[in-house]
């Protein structure tokens, strides 16, 4: 089964407009941290947001928030004031805890957004 | 600019060639990690070192030889490669190889081109 699914092949936004990408998760570890990067065209894979499970408040670093809904096991990244350079594939990934869980990080197959002048 | 620094950024080689991929890194982690991507496929795990021994390999071929000096250096040595071997492989650090908030951050990948 996969733990982490991220339906959205494709999206695409308009200049200066906010996006979500979907990001649902699947663990019975209670301790995990979960990830988005960004990966442009040229190839590096780059961090941008982390959100414990322990967490209380949904993390934030700039335009970029998570919208952590623990219950749901969701953990969606929106992207506010979108910019032309945001176009790229990004990718959400989770790393267990050390009660049993696998400490490897597993990555989604990724959302490809293109955001459009 | 990235903390952690690949070598070559592309590669092209042939099936009987020996050439390797180097990663560095400037953060002072101590875990280090070989990932592969390949066209329409999920990121793949491929090696996990920490502390600079291999704690991970997820059945890799053994036409693909890891080696990791100190916690700094990571290389990936290549030997008699196919075709489906071409990918971008993506290097990676992390302070730690276990615990759940431990970032993991990548390099710029190797795009690598077998022919």
């Known amino acids: 089964a996969q733990k982490i699914t991220q339906t959205q092949p494709g999206m695409f936004v308009q200049e200066k407009e906010a996006v979500t990408l979907d990001c649902t998760y699947d663990?019975?570890?209670?301790?995990?941290?979960l990830f988005w990067y960004k990966q442009p065209s040229s190839g590096e894979m780059i961090f941008l947001i982390y959100q414990g499970s322990y967490d209380q408040q949904n993390a934030t670093e700039g335009r970029y928030s998570l919208n952590f809904q623990k219950a749901r096991k969701s953990a969606n990244l929106v992207i506010s004031a979108s910019q032309l350079g945001d176009s790229a594939m990004y990718f959400c990934a989770m790393r267990e805890g050390a009660s049993g869980g696998s400490y490897i990080p597993t990555f989604g197959r990724g959302t490809s957004l293109i955001v459009h002048p | 600019e990235t903390g952690v620094t690949q070598t070559p950024r592309h590669l092209v080689m042939g099936m009987t060639n020996k050439k390797s991929l180097k990663c560095e890194q400037h953060l002072g982690h101590n875990a280090m990690y070989w990932y592969k991507q390949s066209a329409k496929k999920p990121l793949e795990l491929m090696f996990v070192?920490?502390?600079?021994?291999?704690?991970e390999n997820n059945s890799v071929p053994s036409r693909f030889s890891p080696e990791c000096p100190n916690s700094s250096h990571l290389f990936l040595h290549l030997h008699t490669l196919q075709p489906e071997d071409s990918a971008l492989y993506l290097c990676?650090?992390?302070?730690?190889?276990?615990?759940?908030?431990?970032?993991?951050?990548f390099g710029e990948g190797s795009w690598l081109t077998v022919v």
């Open positions: 070192y920490s502390l600079e021994e291999r704690v």
């Open positions: 663990t019975s570890d209670p301790s995990y941290g």
């Open positions: 990676a650090s992390s302070q730690g190889s276990t615990g759940s908030g431990n970032t993991i951050y």
